[in-house]
């Protein structure tokens, strides 16, 4: 069997320049920031979204940062949606270096009342499509022998629910705690072809996604150790890591970026 080279401690082991690194979600939101965050450090970014509008919007401030960058207008839940991802990423630079899984959706719904509609909805947005995409990316990085998959699990799974006060939100908490769940047992098959499959897993992040309860959200952030919400910002250092060099022996893991809250019961 094969060895993972050592990282070159010499080297800047947190270089990403002309990685290919495509990103779901990045209409707005953690995604767009985190589009933003791997431009600023020199990647090609292949941005993806359903919104065709706000991914154009993306894509602006992305030219506006220098290196390469591609848009895939497509809802990931599609069949075609996969190879259309794969596809720009192959165009942009011939490879494929960091899959990040991060287009979702979120719910709050009630156990005693969710509908089979509802739950299949989430299942197919939060957990077929981030593996149905890594299954057309996996065999590239394979070939490559290097790579990186980070899908965006949640801190809420390791609780009751999205909103403890509320117990609502069992089916988001389902589906993200599966999705962690597959990226462990991904990262163990894969690890011997030197591809690493990890997670994020962000507390309540102040975006667009959660305007509308904005104020209840908010509340949280007096439980937070660190003393503020999350923001998307606070992601961008954690998946430049783990797309990294300095993260070349980290695999099957979930990192918690939620400023301490995971371990306030």
């Not at 020199?42 to 894509?59: C, F, H, I, P």
């Not at 290196?67 to 630079?93: F, N, R, W």
């Not at 057309?136 to 022998?145: D, G, N, W």
């Not at 003393?227 to 250092?237: H, P």
Request: proline share 3%.
């Amino acid at each position: 069997m094969s060895r993972l080279p050592v990282p070159n401690i010499r080297g800047n082991l947190f270089d990403v320049t002309d990685k290919v690194v495509a990103i779901t979600g990045a209409g707005q939101g953690i995604g767009r920031t985190l589009a933003e965050g791997f431009a600023s450090a020199g990647a090609k970014v292949v941005a993806v979204d359903l919104n065709a509008d706000l991914l154009a919007e993306t894509k602006k401030g992305l030219d506006d940062l220098g290196p390469d960058c591609a848009t895939v207008a497509t809802d990931v839940s599609a069949d075609d949606a996969a190879q259309k991802i794969v596809d720009a990423c192959m165009d942009l630079g011939g490879r494929v270096d960091c899959l990040m899984n991060n287009a979702g959706i979120m719910s709050y719904t009630d156990p005693r009342t969710i509908t089979d509609e509802e739950f299949d909805l989430m299942i197919k947005i939060n957990l077929k499509a981030p593996i149905q995409i890594m299954r057309a990316v996996l065999p590239i990085m394979e070939k490559q022998k290097s790579g990186s998959v980070i899908n965006t699990g949640s801190s809420w799974s390791s609780r009751a629910s999205v909103f403890n006060q509320s117990g609502g939100g069992v089916d988001y908490c389902a589906a993200k705690a599966a999705l962690q769940s597959y990226t462990r047992g991904a990262a163990q098959f894969m690890a011997e072809h030197f591809v690493r499959i990890n997670a994020i897993a962000p507390g309540g992040v102040d975006t667009p996604m959660h305007a509308h309860h904005r104020e209840f959200l908010m509340e949280y952030e007096r439980y937070i150790p660190i003393g503020r919400m999350t923001v998307a910002e606070d992601l961008v250092g954690t998946s430049i890591f783990l797309a990294s060099e300095s993260s070349a022996y980290i695999t099957g893991q979930t990192i918690h970026v939620n400023g301490g809250m995971i371990m306030v019961d």
